[in-house]
């Protein structure tokens, strides 16, 4: 075993080139499989860090129209309070509401990620807690015990770490709070509405942000309250749903008996576990990345086969020697699998060590697409799938060495002093390293390609939105203000005209920014028609077509006075003018909230404007825009690329109210780089899939039609000997090798149809011919590599007088 091991070691460092080759492909792999598989281990089958994780369901209140379609999914607040009391299934529930508040008395007046929760909460969760403690019954629903948690994170930054935190007040949003704990450092959130989502402050339920006067209404919808729950280990999700809809059905339908609008809904609880809502896509994008990262792998194989190959093709002489001293077949095989095994071990490391650094950028850079990002590290699986794939690959390489050698010719080989046989490689085999090769290459290419054109064409899309003034601010309201909403509404129109009349501001909008809207569906009827329609709903000011430049295709925009007075006037984009229209004309129709509720309220179609594409959204959505006093979102139109600081907006806020701060001040094309922060990572990892691909396959290439060119050096020779030209030989060997090209090519065709399905949903409305387009690109760029790896080998062998061909001296 030693003098194998140091005979191993001799013969990898005295060919240093060969070495370095193989353990330079095999890490930067072996690195990206590593990270490849950690993620998906972490993402897809690693439980989640709680409690009796698969037990653990989101309810989802699932509001179905008299077609049977989907309308939304959103608790209301009444029917939400009585599930918690009356569900009579679960072994916990708990409710949450997610909120953006302010902190008072911290200096900076920082935003916070609030969590209305009740006292189940912590224990379905574990939240473990660095100092204090955590919710009890004491804090039960409608006890309104003003107290509070904070995160490790918020206790650092915001309170110095202090000792002695415990018992001091914490004021959000102008209320007081007793803080009762600091969670500790390695707890986790939950990001139940959005990846990367976590909470900074901890609050109990009664003090969440629904109005007063929204509580009462059961067929209203609040997307920032929401439930969990700890199933019974004896009941399954469906049996759950199923008696649970029956239940939320009956008691909101005798809450709407009055609501002619709802006649023929009714109701389903969904339930969906924890591990799923959490997840959302990621499964799907994680399928491709294993399945790209895979056919890299592949390719990389076939590359270093080669390159094994033609090693143990130049060690025929010590091969022979060995055969001809006993040594069996099996002996050589484990010669061979020694070798094989410390390059790949160095090479394992060596990507092992990479993946470290690879996961460690993805837990900093990706944590607002990749969820559990903060998860992502070597573990135990890590180490895991390094040993196991290094052990599969030493014994597929080792097990290729020993197949290619003729045994009984080894022997021969040493009798006859070597001369007239070598070690080569069948047809079949490097004919069918090229095929397979050309199939993974022409899969992987055309699917990463349609992935990047969809992406860049959303990019590119995304750019032509004339954003590069325009600044959105979010003022944050406190709560006292926020009570008397008619002097709230004062306020903001006040901070409206002081920004208007600040030199470095050209205009201001009372509108939100279109990035970032998270709008809900407004159900609305056509009253003529009596059709519902489930359009975006927004409301915006007389400002805010003309600041995005959103052009107004018919009809006309608002104005001042149908702001002021909430004219029951209404603009449509031509999405839903078109489903409202069969030519578009939608211009006068009714459209009302309650048909019921007489024709002076119907609100009459003025205006129908250009659909805005949306950076991050991938499809043109049908939207309706009122105009309403009263929001505080703001955009503002800066003059040449001035702008103005969030301490300069919170001097000039509170100077007009204490009640009043920035809550998010962000310029709109910054905004739409982080609505595009998923496409820019996609585009930049499949570029990088299509560079690798190219280089592995380029390089697979060339190095079997080497050897190619090599056995027929001597064919080659004579041909030149008579005069044969150099087009002629390169047909010859080009048509050699061809017919493998065309093999591979059929291959990728067939597997490209069989993934028809998966493909189309990543085409996202790519037309056909530009499909085809790119996969005959994609087949032509493939052959011009197949014939570029059959030139350079050859070119070599041109250079050279035609002699050393025929007497085979020189390769």
């Not at 018992?167 to 959000?172: A, I, K, R, Y």
């Amino acid at each position: 075993m030693t003098y194998n091991l140091k005979n191993a070691l001799l013969n990898i460092t005295n060919h240093k080139v060969y070495s370095l080759s193989v353990v330079a492909t095999l890490s930067i792999v072996l690195a990206a499989l590593i990270t490849v598989l950690t993620l998906a281990y972490i993402m897809l089958l690693k439980p989640l860090p709680y409690p009796e994780q698969m037990r653990l369901v989101k309810a989802e209140y699932a509001q179905i129209d008299q077609t049977g379609a989907l309308n939304t999914r959103a608790f209301n607040y009444p029917a939400l309070i009585d599930l918690y009391k009356n569900h009579k299934l679960f072994e916990q529930a708990a409710l949450v509401y997610y909120g953006e508040q302010r902190l008072d008395d911290v200096a900076g007046l920082p935003i916070v990620n609030t969590s209305f929760v009740t006292p189940q909460w912590f224990e379905m969760f574990a939240i473990k807690l660095h100092l204090g403690r955590g919710f009890t019954q004491t804090e039960a629903l409608d006890s309104f015990n003003p107290v509070a948690v904070i995160s490790y994170r918020t206790w650092q930054n915001d309170f110095a770490s202090k000792e002695n935190i415990i018992g001091q007040t914490l004021s959000v949003g102008a209320q007081q709070f007793k803080i009762i704990g600091v969670a500790a450092a390695n707890f986790k959130s939950p990001a139940l509405i959005k990846t990367g989502q976590v909470t900074d402050v901890w609050l109990p339920w009664d003090y969440n942000l629904t109005s007063a006067e929204a509580k009462p209404f059961w067929w209203n919808r609040y997307s920032r309250s929401h439930f969990v729950a700890k199933l019974p280990s004896d009941v399954s999700i469906e049996q759950a749903s199923k008696r649970l809809s029956q239940y939320v059905d009956d008691v909101w339908q005798q809450h709407i008996t009055t609501e002619a609008f709802f006649a023929g809904w009714h109701i389903e609880l969904e339930l969906n576990t924890l591990q799923t809502v959490i997840l959302k896509e990621t499964p799907q994008n994680i399928y491709w990345l294993i399945l790209a990262v895979t056919g890299l792998v592949i390719i990389a194989c076939v590359n270093i086969s080669n390159v094994f190959i033609v090693r143990t093709a130049a060690r025929k002489h010590t091969l022979a020697l060995s055969a001809a001293l006993g040594a069996t077949r099996f002996t050589l095989f484990k010669q061979f699998w020694l070798e094989i095994a410390l390059l790949i071990g160095l090479a394992s490391i060596i990507g092992l060590a990479l993946a470290v650094i690879f996961l460690a950028t993805l837990s900093d850079f990706a944590m607002a697409i990749l969820p559990r990002a903060n998860e992502l590290s070597i573990n135990a699986v890590s180490f895991l799938i390094t040993l196991v794939s290094g052990l599969i690959l030493t014994t597929l390489f080792a097990f290729l060495c020993t197949r290619i050698v003729n045994y009984q010719q080894l022997i021969s080989s040493l009798k006859s002093a070597g001369k007239g046989t070598t070690v080569q490689v069948g047809k079949r085999v490097w004919q069918g390293l090229v095929a397979f090769q050309v199939a993974v290459a022409c899969t992987l290419l055309f699917i990463n390609f349609l992935v990047f054109s969809v992406n860049k064409s959303n990019i590119d899309e995304a750019f032509t939105l004339p954003l590069e003034q325009l600044t959105s601010l979010k003022v944050n309201v406190a709560s006292h203000v926020a009570a008397d909403r008619d002097k709230a509404n004062q306020l903001l129109e006040q901070v409206a005209n002081e920004l208007a009349l600040l030199p470095e501001v050209r205009q201001v909008s009372r509108s939100s920014s279109p990035i970032n809207d998270n709008l809900i569906t407004w159900s609305l009827v056509e009253v003529a028609s009596n059709q519902n329609v489930l359009p975006y709903g927004k409301s915006v000011d007389e400002q805010y077509f003309s600041l995005l430049k959103q052009p107004v295709l018919q009809g006309r925009g608002f104005t001042n006075e149908d702001t002021k007075s909430n004219a029951n006037v209404i603009i449509i984009n031509d999405v839903l003018a078109e489903k409202l229209s069969n030519d578009g004309n939608a211009l006068g129709m009714h459209l009302s909230f309650d048909i019921t509720s007489g024709r002076e309220n119907d609100l009459v179609i003025i205006g129908i404007v250009k659909t805005m594409l949306i950076p991050g959204k991938t499809s043109l959505e049908p939207k309706a825009y009122l105009t309403r006093a009263g929001y505080n979102s703001f955009i503002i139109e800066f003059k040449n690329a001035q702008h103005l600081t969030k301490n300069t907006l919170n001097t000039l806020l509170q100077s007009i109210d204490s009640g009043l701060s920035v809550h998010q001040l962000a310029p709109l094309n910054a905004q739409r780089d982080t609505a595009l922060f998923r496409q820019y990572v996609v585009s930049a990892t499949t570029l990088m899939i299509i560079a690798a691909t190219i280089a592995l396959t380029s390089i697979g290439l060339i190095g079997i039609m080497r050897y190619s060119v090599l056995l027929r050096r001597a064919e080659i020779g004579i041909h030149l000997c008579v005069g044969a030209k150099p087009l002629a030989l390169f047909l010859l060997v080009f048509k050699q090798n061809g017919s493998a090209i065309v093999t591979g090519i059929i291959l990728s065709t067939a597997l490209l149809l069989a993934l028809q399905q998966p493909l189309q949903l990543i085409a996202d409305g790519v037309p056909q011919i530009m499909q085809l387009g790119m996969l005959f690109m994609t087949l032509l760029f493939v052959i011009s590599l197949g014939a570029l790896a059959c030139y350079l080998p050859l070119s070599a062998q041109l250079k050279r007088p035609a002699i050393y061909g025929v007497q085979g001296s020189q390769q």
